[in-house]
T-cell receptor, first 114, second 109 residues
């Protein structure tokens, strides 16, 4: 595996379900990000982890819960979501201290909440 | 006022055309400017990166930054159908990346 991988690629869940999104980066980076991408809106930064410590939480509802067990893995735990949470969820990674704005993205998980 | 403004398009051009994609911004503290390309059903990939003002060229792609006008551009020469994608500008000061909404480009044969 190379780059940033995400699983599952597609997810349909009801509002009462609990599910998790997984991201893995194979680039040796030390920062990881979750973004939400909705149609005709800019990418919305949700969470940032740097050296496995959460450094950004952009006023995201508590029904989204991130977890970063190590510098290569990132999870987004989902529960009691709303239909407006349907979107493409993108994971990215970068190397802090370098040009850390060079973020490398995974292919995303297309989430549909019914 | 949005921090970053980008025309969503779609922009449809014939193969071989020169394409100009643009973003304007309001935050004068931005000094890192990037263009990402996103194909359908894929994540964004970094295409060009520029620090501060000036031009940068990479093959058929040229990125321009005009900080005095708070305006950035991406030019694609000899456009190809494989360039059909959404192009997102992104920029930053010393904090997080701020993205534009993306411009959808279609290059037809």
């Amino acid at each position: 595996e190379t780059g940033v991988t995400q699983t599952p690629r597609h997810l349909v869940m009801g509002m009462t379900n609990k599910k998790s999104l997984k991201c893995e980066q194979h680039l040796g980076h030390n920062a990881m990000y979750w973004y939400k991408q909705s149609a005709k809106k800019p990418l919305e930064l949700m969470f940032v982890y740097s050296l496995e410590e959460r450094v950004e939480n952009n006023s995201v509802p508590s029904r989204f819960s991130p977890e970063c067990p190590n510098s290569s893995h990132l999870f987004l735990h989902l529960h009691t979501l709303q239909p407006e949470d349907s979107a493409l969820y993108l994971c990215a990674s970068s190397q802090e201290g370098h040009v850390d704005y060079e973020q490398y993205f995974g292919p995303g998980t297309r989430l549909t909440v019914t | 006022q949005k921090e970053v403004e980008q025309d969503p398009g779609p922009l449809s051009v014939p193969e071989g055309a020169i394409v100009s994609l643009n973003c304007t911004y309001s935050n004068s503290a931005f000094q890192y400017f990037m263009w990402y390309r996103q194909y359908s059903r894929k994540g964004p990939e970094l295409l060009m990166y520029t620090y501060s003002s000036g031009n940068k060229e990479d093959g058929r792609f040229t990125a321009q930054v005009d900080k005095s006008s708070k305006y950035i551009s991406l030019f694609i020469r000899d456009s190809q159908p494989s360039d059909s994608a959404t192009y997102l500008c992104a920029m930053s000061g010393t904090d997080k990346l701020i993205f534009g909404t993306g411009t959808r480009l279609q290059v037809f044969p």
